[in-house]
């Protein structure tokens, strides 16, 4: 079963980042110090702090771990499968994550799993709305005629 994480806290969404860099704006021109600046705009000093010392930048717009694959890619994987499973081959769980894992592979992407995890794609399925069906039994006729790769 899949995590579904439910935040606890707004405390991340209560200011933007034209906020942080406000903030650390004022404490660079002395007009605040940190801690009157995490005060007023109401943002954690740790926060302030790593913005003030740039020790990070903005690797993303949502808040969270950045996602393994940009979005172009995650939407040309799914696109495929769907072609995929329009021609009569649809894949199951274990070929698509074998898909996944060679395409890492080859392209020499660092991710922080070893192997694509069922959490993985369970949500790349939520995101991209592809379902899981039981394979159909296709006429011998209906089969060929949508085979892409039969060159009669």
Do not use: C
Request: overall charge positive; cysteine-free.
């Amino acid at each position: 079963m899949p995590r579904n994480y439910i935040r606890k806290s707004l405390r991340a969404t209560s200011y933007t980042p034209e906020d942080v860099a406000k903030a650390v704006e004022k404490v660079k021109r002395k007009e605040l110090t940190l801690y009157g600046a995490a005060k007023f705009y109401k943002i954690s000093i740790a926060t302030l702090h790593i913005g003030f010392n740039k020790k990070t930048g903005v690797k993303s717009d949502t808040l969270g771990r950045p996602p393994v694959f940009d979005h172009e890619t995650e939407t040309r994987l799914a696109n495929g499968l769907k072609v995929l499973e329009k021609w009569g081959f649809g894949l199951s769980r274990k070929e698509v994550i074998l898909l996944v894992e060679r395409y890492i592979r080859l392209n020499k992407i660092h991710t922080p799993f070893k192997d694509p995890e069922p959490d993985w794609f369970t949500n790349f399925r939520k995101r991209h709305r592809l379902s899981l069906k039981k394979a159909q039994f296709l006429e011998h006729s209906r089969k060929n005629n949508t085979n892409p790769f039969d060159y009669r």
